[in-house]
């Protein structure tokens, strides 16, 4: 009998630009949260794949930290001189699975970039960097290293009764922070449902589908000292639990 764990994909970084021959590489703290939650993870590497034929592995989806997105990928021309760690194929890759994911309602879990390859795939823009937004930025960026990044360095408040105040629990979670860049206009299909006090976007999720959340902080450096982050994988584990007794059923099918 096959396991009823769902099986958990989580995106992988390039450690030189689009230096193929090199190291793919990411954090542990991923691979341990989906663990943790009951899920089986698998690395996902940066590849010219199929993304339907990646889709066919998996059964939820993590999108990972790292590097910027290019930005003529949002109509952006001009580099920001704090823009950096921009690699074409992780971008290739991780547009192409995350457009498939959503056309067929894959449950998906976006992080730090992940928030913003959500947005950017779907329309949206971002902020090359926070010091470009409107309102008088907070403090985004803490010390990123271990004994640091499971502190809190703001909170975000959540609208009630969105997915994202249901799964934590609350209309208030305090979250680490570790980016330099924000979403700026929200791509259709998305909707914001956490922000920080001086009004950066920290969470989207997706009407209309069973599971579509991002997250600007990093819930996996937190999760086992603070246990709604935890929460966040528990729920999408649950889901993918779900999605994949329905494609067991060949009940699932692409929009
Ligand atoms: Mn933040």
Not at 128 to 151: C, F, I, L, M, N
Not at 196 to 224: C, N
Request: hydrophobic fraction near 45%.
């Amino acid at each position: 009998m096959t396991s009823m764990k769902p099986v958990i994909g989580i995106t992988t970084a390039i450690g030189e630009a689009d230096n193929r021959g090199g190291i793919f590489r990411m954090e542990a703290s991923y691979v341990e949260a989906v663990e943790a939650a009951g899920g089986i993870p698998i690395l996902l590497p940066p590849s010219g794949a199929h993304a339907a034929d990646v889709l066919a592995l998996v059964d939820g989806l993590v999108f990972s930290g790292g590097g910027d997105i290019r930005p003529e990928r949002y109509g952006d021309r001009e580099l920001h001189p704090a823009t950096y760690g921009i690699s074409d194929l992780r971008d290739d890759f991780e547009f192409r699975l995350l457009e498939a994911a959503f056309a067929t309602d894959v449950p998906t879990l976006a992080i730090c970039r992940g928030i913003q390859v959500l947005n950017v795939v779907l329309g949206g823009t971002l902020y090359q960097d926070v010091s470009q937004q409107p309102t008088a930025p907070g403090e985004h960026r803490q010390p990123w290293e271990v004994g640091s990044w499971e502190k809190p360095l703001h909170a975000v408040d959540l609208v009630p009764g969105s997915l994202a105040a249901t799964v934590l629990g609350d209309t208030q979670v305090a979250t680490n922070s570790a980016h330099h860049q924000t979403l700026k206009e929200i791509a259709p299909g998305l909707r914001v449902v956490g922000q920080s006090a001086d009004g950066t976007i920290e969470v989207v999720e997706a009407a209309g589908k069973r599971f579509v959340l991002g997250v600007q902080w990093h819930p996996e450096k937190m999760y086992a000292v603070h246990d709604e982050h935890a929460r966040l994988f528990a729920a999408l584990t649950a889901e993918a639990t779900v999605y994949r007794a329905q494609k067991a059923l060949g009940a699932v099918t692409a929009d």
